[in-house]
């Protein structure tokens, strides 16, 4: 008997929740910085951000992290949160908007199916912003598997979209 289960087409990741230290600094990144919009609040122990009309995308709560350090970067959980953004010229817009502001990136790459930029929120948490190339433009391999990859992103070139 097969018990291999597969998810189905279309499924997708509803939100993220992360345990925040300090509720104002987050929400002064994701959505002072971001765009993000708050969608709900649980007073000054929660919050709910969404882009656009969804009921939240990201959500950030203190109730068992409130003033903790950052997470050890050498212990299990969260890599990075993936934020996806519509077309190259909406990254390219947030790219530029944190450049004017200072914010530092952690690093850029080009991953063949998409353009990413990496940055930490206030907490260290990694952030990944990017957007996917169409599907007819991403790399494959001679079998017909995607090839995917890390290469710098041109930055510069990434800018003259706007």
């Excluded at 260290?124 to 790399?139: H, S, T």
Aim: aromatic fraction near 10%; hydrophobic fraction near 35%.
């Amino acid at each position: 008997m097969n018990d291999k289960y597969v998810m189905p087409k279309g499924t997708t990741i509803g939100h993220v929740h992360l345990k925040v230290s300090n509720l104002q600094q987050s929400l002064d990144f994701y959505c002072g910085l971001l765009g993000y919009e708050v969608m709900m609040t649980y007073g000054d122990q929660a919050a709910f951000i969404a882009a656009g009309d969804y009921h939240h995308h990201i959500g950030l709560n203190v109730w068992h992290s409130k003033n903790a350090p950052p997470a050890d970067k050498n212990s299990v959980g969260l890599f990075h949160t993936a934020i996806v953004y519509p077309t190259r010229k909406d990254l390219a817009e947030i790219f530029k908007r944190l450049k004017e502001k200072g914010y530092p990136l952690t690093g850029a790459a080009d991953h063949g199916v998409s353009e990413a930029l990496y940055l930490d929120d206030p907490d260290e948490n990694g952030v990944e912003l990017y957007w996917d190339r169409p599907r007819e433009e991403w790399p494959k391999n001679d079998d017909g598997s995607i090839h995917m990859y890390t290469k710098p992103l041109d930055l510069d070139t990434l800018l003259e979209e706007l």
